[in-house]
């Protein structure tokens, strides 16, 4: 019997074999640097951005994911050179042989481009760029500074511009060199010199265009900190619309161009005065409509008035007044009448009850020495002397005899008479 060899198989599943070759090709191959022209460029909703890059000879396939592509989502186009680092790698669902993508740069760009977008990406990190830390501009700032050089074109737009608009306002320059050794250092000690003064509103950092290497001194991070830390309002207003400037990133409002800045800080003298021509307009309608309404309520309120005719009631009320007057006088006059009559009334029950009135009709009051008054007989002793207390007079007596039982005058009936003188 022939002997028969047995061989052992190892059978791959597609994805156990898609990921070891992921494994490998990343192992074996370290952080690359790749060149070449871009094609089939895709940019998904995703944020990652896709495309390829091809050469005479071959293409690869490359992947851009969001956390690198917001740094240059806006600088990638199809038929563009590229220098790319990446890692190589494979994408296991579909078994593509790819590239990971994390820096792009033109081809021709060099060592300046990577310093930009590496120094832009750790000071995003940092919060540098971060917008709640933006402040605004004032709308009526009282002075302008300007941070530039003295001799450029830049300062005469920007001069020109605030005339134009606002003509009465303001600046103050402080002169830098804005390219060159040194230009950075300088940028930043105006802007913090600015910022111990405190006699500006508002900052105006601008120069004219240039290629990247003429605006080094405004990608310096040394640049960017001065900004960050300034108190005051900042526009930055550095070379063409499409150059593009760390400084820009850490402003709190960035123009495209000085002349932009000028503008974006200072406020429009023509535009204002037209606010104002309207908002007088404005003005004078509504006192027009306010004093017609005001002249049809005065001739409401005369017409109202007229037809309760306010003389003749006042007139009305005058006689009355004067009736009741007349009455009130009357009225007292009467009282006092009654009250007389009531008085007189009185004073003759009163006299008639006056001791006086009884000493009148004959009758004495005795007393006493020691001013008591006598009442009954028994309250003397003879030989006493006693005062009588007459109508008229007093006289004085002393007691000869007593009788306490006897009641009335003698049986004549009526008190003696008085001897006639």
Same mark, same amino acid.
């Given at each position: 019997m022939d002997s028969i060899a047995v061989t052992t198989r190892i059978v791959y599943t597609v994805s156990r074999l898609n990921q070891e070759a992921r494994d490998l090709l990343e192992d074996v191959f370290p952080l690359l640097w790749v060149q070449g022209e871009v094609s089939n460029l895709s940019r998904p909703g995703s944020g990652h951005l896709y495309f390829s890059l091809k050469d005479p000879g071959a293409q690869i396939r490359c992947a851009l994911f969001l956390n690198r592509a917001v740094l240059f989502r806006d600088r990638?186009?199809?038929?563009?050179?590229?220098?790319?680092?990446?890692?190589?790698?494979?994408?296991?669902?579909?078994?593509?042989?790819?590239?990971?993508?994390?820096?792009?740069?033109?081809?021709?760009?060099?060592?300046?481009?990577?310093?930009?977008?590496? *120094?832009?990406?750790?000071?995003?990190?940092?919060?540098?760029?971060?917008?709640?830390?933006?402040?605004?501009?004032?709308?009526?700032?009282?002075?302008?500074?300007?941070?530039?050089?003295?001799?450029?074109?830049?300062?005469?737009?920007?001069?020109?511009?605030?005339?134009? =608009?606002?003509?009465?306002?303001?600046?103050?320059?402080?002169?830098?060199?804005?390219?060159?050794?040194?230009?950075?250092? =300088?940028?930043?000690?105006?802007?913090?010199?600015?910022?111990?003064?405190?006699?500006?509103?508002?900052?105006?950092?601008?120069?004219?265009?240039?290629?990247?290497?003429?605006?080094?001194?405004?990608?310096?991070?040394?640049?960017?900190?001065?900004?960050?830390?300034?108190?005051?309002?900042?526009?930055?207003?550095?070379g063409h619309e499409t150059d593009v400037t760390i400084a820009d990133f850490a402003a709190d409002l960035r123009a495209a161009t000085p002349t932009a800045a000028a503008e974006l800080a200072s406020p429009d003298r023509l535009e204002w005065l037209n606010q104002v021509a309207l908002l007088n307009d404005r003005l004078e309608r509504a006192l027009r409509r306010a004093l017609l309404d005001r002249r049809q309520r005065v001739d409401e309120l005369t017409r109202r008035l007229a037809r309760q005719q306010p003389r003749r009631q006042l007139q009305d009320n005058a006689q009355r007044l004067d009736e009741l007057s007349q009455r009130l006088r009357q009225a007292l006059h009467n009282r006092l009448q009654t009250?007389? *009559?009531?008085?007189?009334?009185?004073?003759?029950?009163?006299?008639?009850?006056?001791?006086?009135?009884?000493?009148?009709?004959?009758?004495?009051?005795? =007393?006493?020495?020691?001013?008591?008054?006598?009442? =009954?007989?028994?309250?003397?002793?003879l030989g006493d002397t006693v005062e009588a207390l007459l109508s008229q007079g007093r006289l004085r007596c002393q007691i000869t005899a007593i009788d306490p039982t006897a009641e009335g005058w003698p049986d004549s009936g009526s008190p003696p008479e008085r001897e006639r003188g």
């Open positions: 990638l186009r199809n038929g563009q050179q590229l220098l790319v680092r990446g890692r190589v790698s494979l994408y296991q669902p579909r078994g593509d042989f790819q590239l990971i993508v994390e820096y792009v740069e033109d081809a021709g760009a060099g060592a300046l481009r990577r310093a930009f977008d590496e *120094l832009r990406l750790r000071l995003e990190q940092e919060g540098l760029f971060a917008p709640d830390r933006k402040q605004a501009l004032p709308r009526f700032p009282g002075r302008i500074g300007v941070i530039t050089s003295p001799s450029g074109a830049a300062i005469r737009d920007v001069l020109t511009t605030l005339r134009r =608009r606002c003509p009465s306002l303001p600046a103050r320059i402080y002169p830098v060199p804005v390219q060159g050794d040194g230009a950075a250092e =300088r940028i930043a000690a105006a802007i913090r010199l600015a910022s111990q003064r405190q006699d500006c509103d508002v900052l105006l950092l601008v120069r004219g265009g240039g290629s990247l290497e003429d605006l080094d001194a405004f990608n310096q991070e040394i640049v960017a900190r001065a900004i960050f830390a300034c108190p005051l309002p900042l526009v930055t207003g550095i009250a007389g *009559l009531r008085l007189r009334h009185l004073s003759g029950q009163l006299h008639a009850l006056s001791p006086l009135g009884t000493l009148n009709r004959g009758y004495a009051i005795l =007393r006493q020495p020691d001013g008591h008054i006598l009442r =009954r007989a028994d309250q003397a002793r």
